[in-house]
């Protein structure tokens, strides 16, 4: 569908190629936007890493083989290296996204709810970022966007009990470190 | 299917429904384990958030600015694909054809007519 040209239709299959694109970008944009902010604790950061990804995804795009892998995959498969190396040049492991607890904390009628929401918040994030690569991309993957554990196997290259596996170990993993937490 | 492996499906199946918010079944049905990490699960859900609008329009504005760009730079490099293409027309390359046949005919029949006066 996006890479069948000859020398010939060049210009006019690049054109398809760049209106395909547009249309994967209004349907892909929020999902890449949702998984990286579930990542990066700073808004603008998630911002300049989310352009990054579509800028790369714009500039690969003609390579895309649609055969190979579907763009979910692709494009999530981009998003994780591209939050990778961002870490790998930042070296902070861990993502606890302050603001985002200023916001969920809101709806908390009290001082003292708001601050214990938050804490708890803060703590959990922090026992996601102490996960191992593969739980902490089972755990992105499935609550950023609500994926199904197929896609998740797909873009981790696992099966999909698999998948299954490592999300029930993960949630109580972090259910118990939480109560352990909470008990200390 | 065993006692711990029901378990795990209860529990992946809820997880799914947390993940993608929506509304849990009663839960008093759930024993103390899958309730907490419910809990955990719908709290994890409230973390991502969704882009801007402004944030969303900007991003596509830059790409198709960049689109743009290399348009204008695919053409710069190869030449104006409309202008080679009207070149490579049958029509237009016989009509050149024809009037250098017609050129050459009539050098031929100049230089007879200077030979011959």
Known sequence: MFNIGTRKNEKKVSDANREAFAELYEQFMPKVYRYVTFRIRDEHMAQDLTAAVFEKAFAK????????????????TIARNTVIDHYRVYRKHE????????????????PEE??????????????????????????????????????????????????????????????????????? | MNKKQQKDKQLLENIDKAAA??????????DKDTRAALELSREMSSWPKSPSKEFKAQLKADLTHRVVEQQKQ????????EYRNFLRRPAWQFTIAGFGALIIAAIIFLIVYLVNR
Do not use: H
């Open chain 1, 114 to 184: 708001e601050a214990i929401r938050a804490e708890n918040t803060r703590k959990l994030r922090q026992f996601v970022s102490q996960l191992n690569k593969r739980e902490q991309e089972a755990i992105v993957l499935k609550y950023s966007n609500g994926m199904s554990n197929r896609e998740i196997a797909q873009i981790l290259n696992l099966t999909e009990s698999n998948v299954g596996s490592i999300l029930c170990r993960t949630i109580r993993k972090l259910r118990k470190s939480f109560l352990e937490w909470q008990n200390e």
């Open chain 1, 61 to 76: 795009f003609d390579g895309f083989n649609p055969q190979k892998a579907s763009f979910s995959t692709w494009i999530f």
């Open chain 2, 74 to 81: 695919d053409l710069s490099k190869r030449g104006d694909p």
């Open chain 1, 95 to 110: 993502d606890v996204v302050s603001d985002v607890e200023a916001k969920a904390t809101a709806q908390y009628p009290s």
């Open chain 2, 21 to 30: 918010g929506e509304k849990l079944p009663d839960e008093s049905g759930l």
